[in-house]
Every structure is written in structure tokens, then in C-alpha cells.
């Protein structure tokens, strides 16, 4: 996986969002994704709905999206 890779990002909730990696080291990723109804497993506020969250996740969680 590479910087600006499209991927399925693994919610605490058990979903998954698209996303994009914006950093990579040590093994992890750095991605960024719309919130959507869901923050940190927790419902999500729709002022917030459409805000940029971002996660550290390991990258053997993460499934690229063929572009």
C-alpha cells in the first residue's frame, strides 16, 4: 500500500468506510474518512456527519479499493 491509496477503513463499530492513507510507518496508516453516523462506535451528531476523522490502523487491516 502507498500514500493516497483508496481503502476500507475498519470502524470501531464493526463497518468499514472508504478512506485514504495519508501516512504509512512502522507497520501502520496513517488514513483519513468522512465520520459519517458513527465517531468512536458512539452516534455521530449530524452536524458532524460529514466531517474529516482519521485513524491509525495497522496495515494488515486495511483493503485497498481498485480504483
Known amino acids: 500500500m502507498n500514500l493516497g491509496d483508496k481503502v476500507l ?8 468506510s472508504e478512506g485514504e492513507i495519508i501516512d504509512i510507518y512502522e507497520g501502520y496508516a496513517q488514513v483519513k474518512f468522512i465520520s459519517g453516523e458513527t465517531f468512536r ?5 449530524p452536524e458532524n456527519q460529514q ?6 490502523v495497522s496495515l494488515t487491516k486495511l483493503k485497498a479499493i481498485p480504483e
Do not use: C, I, M, S
Not at 9 to 16: D, L, M, Q
Not at 41 to 45: A, C, D, F
Open 41 to 45: 462506535g458512539e452516534p455521530n451528531l
Open 9 to 16: 477503513v475498519p470502524r470501531t463499530g464493526g463497518g468499514t
Open 51 to 56: 466531517r474529516t476523522a482519521y485513524k491509525k
